[in-house]
């Protein structure tokens, strides 16, 4: 279940940690955030998901 104010599955975000864009595939255990990269292949965890800021929620990234 989503927490208030904080990036969920399907936002995008920017890692402040690795400077990377990302959308957040999942979320493992309330406090693991595990993302892909806007563009390309790959997967990683945020190490810190306090360092995740939202740039655009699920709901307006799609046009629907």
């Given at each position: 279940?989503p927490?208030p104010?904080r990036?969920?599955v399907g936002?995008?975000?920017?890692?402040e940690r690795?400077?990377r864009?990302?959308?957040?595939?999942?979320v493992?255990?309330k406090?693991l955030?595990?993302?892909r990269p806007?563009?390309?292949t790959?997967e990683?965890?945020a190490?810190?998901p306090e360092?995740?800021?939202?740039?655009?929620?699920?709901?307006?990234?799609?046009?629907?």
């Amino acid at each position: 279940m989503p927490v208030p104010n904080r990036p969920w599955v399907g936002d995008e975000v920017r890692d402040e940690r690795t400077g990377r864009a990302a959308i957040i595939t999942d979320v493992r255990r309330k406090k693991l955030y595990v993302l892909r990269p806007v563009a390309g292949t790959g997967e990683w965890t945020a190490e810190d998901p306090e360092q995740l800021t939202l740039v655009r929620s699920r709901q307006h990234r799609h046009t629907w």
